[in-house]
């Protein structure tokens, strides 16, 4: 699969991902939605649970990828399965993407401290919003904090000329 819609290259490149080939936005797309399908599926337990402790052991996860280049559930992906699927490794995370897993890990400890505070629809809030905003990234690629700062920051411009 070397063909990438318009649209899909202009959600990956969104989060920051530049200067890559459309074979390589194409090779790129799901893979990058690993990370966060991991993450969804957790935070939905802690959440269905009403679990601070399995929340905030999510919240480092986030913290890292927003701090280092990758996310570190992109280990299991560049070192594994991306061998069994014949694709390339992640591409380092852009700053809109990083800057997404900062809010996934402020929600995460919110709804943690919440539920740990005895406001369970505060908690199930913050959790649903790191399930939800998850969600729309695994499903679509659409990435609600990347999204959200193209709309007030302004867009990721990418070179063009590297495509």
Known sequence: ????????????QAQGFCGLDDAAYAAINYPLR????????????????ASPT????LAPFG???????GHPFDVLY???LRHLFGTPAL???????????????????????????????????AGGAVVAGTLLQVSTGI???AALAGRF?????CDSTAA
């Not at 897993?101 to 908690?123: D, E, N, Q, R």
């Not at 920051?153 to 411009?157: A, D, I, N, Q, W």
């Open 91 to 125: 591409p380092r995370y852009g700053t809109r993407r990083r800057l997404a897993c900062a809010v996934a890990t402020t929600w995460l400890i919110g709804a943690g401290l919440a539920f740990y505070a005895g406001m369970p629809v505060a908690g199930t809030f």
């Open 34 to 49: 690993f990370a966060p399908a991991i993450c969804m599926v957790w935070a939905a337990t802690g959440t269905a649970l």
């Open 78 to 80: 560049n070192y594994g």
């Open 143 to 145: 990435c609600p904090p």
């Open 54 to 57: 399995i929340l905030w052991a």
């Open 1 to 12: 699969m070397s063909q990438i819609s318009a649209m899909a290259k202009e959600r990956i």
């Open 63 to 69: 913290a890292l990828g927003a701090l280092l280049s």
């Open 153 to 157: 920051l302004g867009k990721v411009v």
